[in-house]
């Protein structure tokens, strides 16, 4: 069992910055490729970036790229998410999620754990 708490969420204005956490406890964290995901009202949930379990490959959404970073702690099991030139379309509840640890590189809808998500707004 993994529990995943998001933190960090909030409200800023359109092209500031804001830093997400995910703080996970349970076993194994350093055998899953972890990812951030996101969902705007009316919307479903979409990717918006992943890390391998090692922290050596990462993959964005292409609306996000260039301007979200995630990385991660394995000796603190957390990941976060860097977000800079935050955009109106960015407003969404985030989410944590940890990967089957036997799921290939880049399958993002094989999740084993989600964590309860972080709202947030951005403001123009």
């Known amino acids: 069992q993994m529990q995943l708490a998001e933190s960090g969420g909030g409200l800023v204005q359109a092209g500031d910055s804001l830093r997400l956490s995910c703080a996970a406890s349970?076993?194994?964290?350093?055998?899953?490729?972890m990812a951030w995901f996101r969902q705007a009202p009316g919307n479903e949930r979409e990717f918006v970036a992943g890390?391998?379990?090692?922290?050596?490959?990462?993959q964005y959404a292409a609306s996000v790229k260039g301007r979200f970073t995630i990385s991660r702690d394995n000796s603190r099991n957390t990941v976060h998410l860097q977000m800079n030139d935050m955009k109106l379309e960015d407003t969404a509840v985030y989410y944590c999620a940890a990967l089957d640890p036997t799921t290939g590189w880049g399958l993002w809808d094989d999740i084993d754990y989600w964590g309860q998500g972080t709202q947030v707004i951005v403001a123009s």
């Open positions: 349970g076993r194994g964290f350093g055998t899953r490729a």
């Open positions: 890390i391998s379990n090692g922290g050596v490959s990462t």
